[in-house]
């Protein structure tokens, strides 16, 4: 069973940073897409951006320029490296795994607090 376990999210000042990260086990790391979604209280999960198996990247309106994703096949591990962070960043960000044919996996959520 696909396991991801996500981390390093916590409380930043606006204007901040913050990297999370997300190790999977279980799957052929490397033929998968990754992604980073968020959800914040009262609102549907909402994608942030994703990375395919080729390190193509894609990224909402609202996070680009300031989010990067990136991967490290070796290590199984998705970063989301989070600059210039703002109070509307605030949310639950999860970790996904996705492969044609094969079911899609999600983390368990880190929580990712923006505030003064």
């Known amino acids: 069973q696909v396991q991801l376990v996500e981390s390093g999210g916590g409380l930043v000042q606006p204007g901040g940073s913050l990297r999370l990260s997300c190790q999977a086990s279980e799957i052929i790391f490397s033929l998968y897409k990754m992604g980073w979604y968020r959800q914040a209280p009262g609102n549907q999960r909402e994608l942030v951006a994703t990375?395919?198996?080729?390190?193509?990247?894609n990224y909402a309106d609202s996070v680009k320029g300031r989010f990067t994703i990136s991967r490290d096949n070796a290590k199984n591990t998705v970063y989301l490296q989070m600059n210039s962070l703002k109070p509307e960043d605030t949310a639950v960000y999860y970790c996904?795994?996705?492969?044609?044919?094969?079911?899609?996996?999600w983390g368990q959520g880190t929580q990712v607090t923006v505030s003064s």
């Open positions: 996904n795994a996705n492969r044609i044919g094969y079911r899609s996996a």
């Open positions: 990375i395919t198996s080729g390190g193509s990247t």
